[in-house]
């Protein structure tokens, strides 16, 4: 049997490979050394967890993909070589094979601001007749504070927290509801991970400029007014989570498409994957 280091090395270098990252990329992503990574890759380095969480992170991946043996082990080796579209094909297959009816009772929306997930999320939610929950407005509502004033006062991990612990809240309820996520939510592998586990995700995609006039129709002009980089920054932040997004269980692109339009594409994904069971 191959040694533990050996084997997360392995998956280690799929993962990478497969996400197109070089060493110097997963490098800058982590925050390890490219020499370090490419002993990890080796199986030559002694991996502490706050360094495997690191690359875990960088990677999307969960560190128990990486250190799984057994018969779970040569699923998560199987799984480490396959592009996020090719994981979404063989998670379906999956819930279709074992009924798993989670698509039935709990969807969420990703997507940074202005990707349409309040406005989509309302009008899923009254199609299906289920809950609409924002997340963050809840997380407003159980602070007493605006976003801004939890950030300002209490910064991101705070948030963060405070995110994990609505989500466990939603989940928990075991209600069907239609859940409009915060755009960072994707970033955060802890609630990410137990987002996917629980719920059907979809991400809304669109273009910069998509984003950009549906905030401005929205009313709020700061972006313009107060940041001279907006657009660039926005194009980078959507370059950044694109490959966290595509992770979702479906995309839709929503360059174009009117409210309508969006929930008919999701409730065709749905009936799709739960059609069995």
């Known amino acids: 049997m191959k040694e533990i280091k050996t084997i997360v090395g392995e998956r280690?270098?799929?993962?990478r490979q497969v996400l197109g990252f070089t060493v110097a990329a997963l490098a800058k992503s982590s925050g390890l050394s490219a020499r370090y990574i490419i002993s990890a890759e080796k199986g030559q380095a002694n991996l502490s967890l706050?360094?495997?969480?690191?690359l875990s992170r960088a990677l999307s991946v969960s560190m128990t993909a990486l250190v799984s043996v057994g018969v779970r082990g040569d699923i998560d080796a199987l799984l480490a070589h396959r592009s996020d579209t090719e994981l979404?094909?063989?998670?379906?297959?999956?819930?279709?094979?074992?009924?798993d009816d989670r698509t039935r009772s709990l969807i969420a929306l990703l997507g940074v601001r202005g990707a349409g997930k309040s406005s989509v999320g309302k009008a899923l939610a009254a199609e299906l007749g289920h809950t609409f929950v924002e997340l963050d407005a809840h997380i407003e509502k159980v602070a007493d504070l605006s976003l801004a004033e939890i950030f300002s006062?209490?910064?991101?991990?705070?948030?963060?927290?405070?995110?994990?612990?609505?989500?466990?809240?939603?989940?928990?309820?075991?209600?069907?509801?239609?859940?409009?996520?915060?755009?960072?939510?994707?970033?955060?592998?802890?609630?990410?991970?137990?987002?996917?586990?629980?719920?059907?995700?979809?991400?809304?995609s669109a273009t910069p400029e998509d984003h950009w006039n549906r905030v401005i129709?929205?009313?709020?002009?700061?972006?313009?007014?107060?940041?001279?980089?907006?657009?660039a920054q926005l194009r980078n932040l959507l370059a950044v989570r694109g490959p966290l997004y595509s992770q979702a269980d479906f995309r839709v692109d929503t360059h174009g498409l009117s409210i309508e339009s969006i929930v008919?594409?999701?409730?065709?994904?749905?009936?799709?994957?739960t059609h069995v069971g």
């Open 88 to 99: 979404r094909h063989i998670l379906n297959d999956l819930r279709s094979r074992y009924g």
């Open 12 to 15: 280690l270098r799929a993962r």
């Open 264 to 273: 008919h594409q999701i409730e065709e994904f749905l009936g799709a994957v």
């Open 153 to 204: 006062l209490h910064g991101e991990d705070f948030y963060r927290e405070m995110e994990r612990e609505a989500l466990e809240e939603i989940i928990q309820a075991d209600a069907p509801m239609v859940v409009a996520t915060g755009g960072g939510i994707v970033t955060d592998s802890l609630n990410y991970g137990r987002l996917k586990d629980h719920a059907c995700t979809v991400w809304l």
């Open 50 to 54: 706050t360094k495997l969480d690191q």
């Open 217 to 231: 129709d929205q009313g709020d002009r700061r972006p313009m007014r107060d940041h001279p980089q907006a657009m």
